[in-house]
């Protein structure tokens, strides 16, 4: 990738700001850079895949105006680095390449909803072993319910209707 001239770069810069979108998205709980360019006739595009040799051409439905489009789409990885040889030629599309190079990986442990780093966390999922729900822990503690059935799940712990409704009895009785 990058033994190509900068005229192929300057080219592919002006082609992204014509048919092309950069950006970052969610997907399974991760930040991704993604770089896709979409034609109606997919020649190009599969030119473009092999000058650089990575990216995929996948065909991408049919649209009301333009018929069947195709798009090319390179990986996180991929386009970070296509869209950094990119950069000094890009026009319309250079904030968003900045903010895409400007995004880093965080790792799991240091994200503000993981587990092991809120506060609340050994705190809630205790009280929720014993029995309480989930909204009534979100209501008392503050933590969102939908944060804590997310502990709950990748923690393991499944619960039925009837055991929750034995733990609570279980719990009522107690503070009886």
């Not at 969610?26 to 850079?33: A, I, P, S």
């Not at 991408?60 to 069947?68: D, E, F, Q």
């Not at 039925?160 to 009785?173: G, I, N, P, Y």
Request: hydrophobic share 40%.
């Amino acid at each position: 990738m990058g033994n190509l001239p900068s005229t192929f770069w300057a080219w592919l810069a002006g082609f992204v700001d014509g048919d092309g979108c950069i950006g970052v998205y969610r997907m399974m709980g991760y930040l991704n850079v993604r770089l896709t360019i979409a034609q109606k006739d997919p020649t190009m595009l599969y030119e473009i895949r092999d000058a650089l040799g990575t990216g995929s051409v996948a065909r991408r439905g049919k649209t009301k105006t333009k018929g069947v489009m195709h798009a090319l789409v390179f990986g996180s990885a991929a386009s970070r680095e296509v869209i950094r040889q990119m950069l000094p030629y890009l026009r319309g599309k250079k904030e968003d390449a900045k903010a895409a190079l400007e995004w880093k990986h965080i790792p799991k442990y240091e994200r503000k909803n993981s587990a092991t780093k809120h506060p609340k966390y050994d705190e809630v999922m205790s009280r929720y072993r014993a029995g309480e729900s989930a909204q009534a822990l979100s209501q008392e503690t503050g933590v969102k319910d939908a944060t804590i059935l997310y502990w709950v799940r990748t923690a393991g712990i499944s619960r039925s209707f009837q055991e929750a409704q034995r733990l609570r009895r279980k719990r009522e009785a107690k503070l009886a």
